[in-house]
Nanobody, 124 residues
């Protein structure tokens, strides 16, 4: 089992920045990738970014490319999502997720473990 705990959400004005953190614990040695998803009210959970734990390759949704950066601190088993130039449409609950399979993509179904989520609200 892997436990994930997110932090760092909050309220920010458009154009502002936030950094989310996701601390992983438990059997993290089996983790292939860590990802961030978001879910706005009444909408499906969608992919935001992903980082392969070995090698550090990153992937982003087109909607956040150039504004968000996913990174890691191996020593702390923590993944970060640096969010800049935030827009009101970025408002959502942000979830951290971990996947054990190398076949992982952008579907939430491909991830094995989830955090509880952290709210990000961007005002205009």
């Amino acid at each position: 089992q892997v436990q994930l705990v997110e932090s760092g959400g909050g309220l920010v004005q458009a154009g502002g920045a936030l950094r989310l953190s996701c601390a992983a614990s438990g059997r993290t040695s089996s983790t292939y990738a860590m990802g961030w998803f978001r879910q706005a009210p009444g909408k499906e959970r969608v992919f935001v970014a992903r980082l392969n734990w070995s090698g550090g390759r990153t992937y982003y949704a087109d909607s956040v490319k150039g504004r968000f950066t996913i990174s890691r601190d191996n020593g702390k088993n923590t993944v970060y999502l640096e969010m800049n130039s935030l827009k009101p449409e970025d408002t959502a609950v942000y979830y951290c997720a971990a996947a054990n399979s190398a076949a992982v993509g952008i579907s939430p179904r491909e991830y094995d473990y989830w955090g509880q989520g952290t709210q990000v609200t961007v005002t205009s």
